[in-house]
């Protein structure tokens, strides 16, 4: 069970000015894809970062399942993000990128390879485990950067702008592939992007934040014909 619950959660960087992200209140249900849009300096990272635990909450509340996590190290909230500037380790193969964080958990053998074979198998990556990232095209680093993230197994998954450093075309395959996957995978996400289309198209939910203030919450279906 992995809902995600902000509850009036608020981050002001300097004192005295508008806060960045200001009483949002949203649930994530189990297994939900949900996307936070809204034009640039609207809020959308600084919420992502508060739950990922890298920002600080200045007041009200988060909790993952039926934990408060408000105050607990990123570490410990068993979530994985992937970020736009996917810094894959250059000197690593695909595998060993992949497998690093289970090694620094110190994960059995089995376990590790069993998980980097599953991840990509599913992310079509196999005939790639032992190359080095610059021997990949950017689509294809983009996935080993998800496979890093799914072989963590979390409760949660966070993707700030993912795609952004894509062109067009692979843009909207990757799209496609990464919604596919969230769906298979059935693990509760959280995306933001400023592109609409890439809300419209990937989102069970999306969820619309301006000066930090969320206006909208509704499905895409919903919100196609209620503007
Ligand atoms: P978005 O992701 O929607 O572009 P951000 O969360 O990055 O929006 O920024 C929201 C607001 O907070 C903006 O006004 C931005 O200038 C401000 N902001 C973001 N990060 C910082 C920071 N580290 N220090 C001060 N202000 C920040
Ligand atoms: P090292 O031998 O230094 O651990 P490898 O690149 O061989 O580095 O592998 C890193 C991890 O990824 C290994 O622990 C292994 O479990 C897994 N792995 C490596 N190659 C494969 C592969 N071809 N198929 C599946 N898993 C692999």
Do not use: C, W
């Not at 509340?61 to 250059?90: C, H, S, W």
């Not at 990509?120 to 790639?128: F, G, P, Q, V």
């Not at 689509?139 to 979390?154: D, K, L, S, Y």
């Amino acid at each position: 069970m992995a809902t995600v619950t902000f509850d009036r959660a608020t981050r002001r960087y300097t004192k005295g000015d508008r806060p960045a992200v200001d009483q949002l209140s949203l649930e994530i249900g189990d297994g939900e894809f949900l996307v936070l849009v809204g034009p640039s300096g609207s809020g959308k990272s600084t919420a992502l970062r508060m739950l990922a635990g890298l920002e600080d909450v200045n007041s009200g509340t988060i909790r993952i399942g039926d934990r408060d996590v408000t105050n607990l190290e990123p570490k410990d909230r068993d979530i994985a993000m992937v970020f736009q500037n996917y810094a894959l380790y250059p000197h690593m193969s695909v595998a060993e990128n992949m497998a690093f964080a289970l090694k620094i958990a110190h994960r059995p053998k089995d376990e590790i390879a069993r998980r980097v074979t599953e991840a990509a198998r599913i992310l079509d990556l196999t005939e790639y485990l032992d190359r080095k990232p610059k021997a990949l095209s950017g689509g294809q680093r983009q996935r080993v950067a998800m496979g890093r993230a799914i072989v963590r197994e979390p409760r949660v998954f966070l993707m700030d702008e993912p795609l952004s450093n894509l062109d067009a075309k692979l843009r909207v395959q990757t799209r496609i592939q990464i919604a596919g996957l969230q769906r298979r995978l059935g693990t509760t996400t959280v995306y933001v992007t400023h592109d609409q289309v890439e809300a419209m198209t990937m989102g069970d939910r999306v969820a619309v934040l301006r000066d930090g203030i969320l206006q909208q919450v509704d499905t895409p279906r919903r919100m196609y014909e209620h503007p």
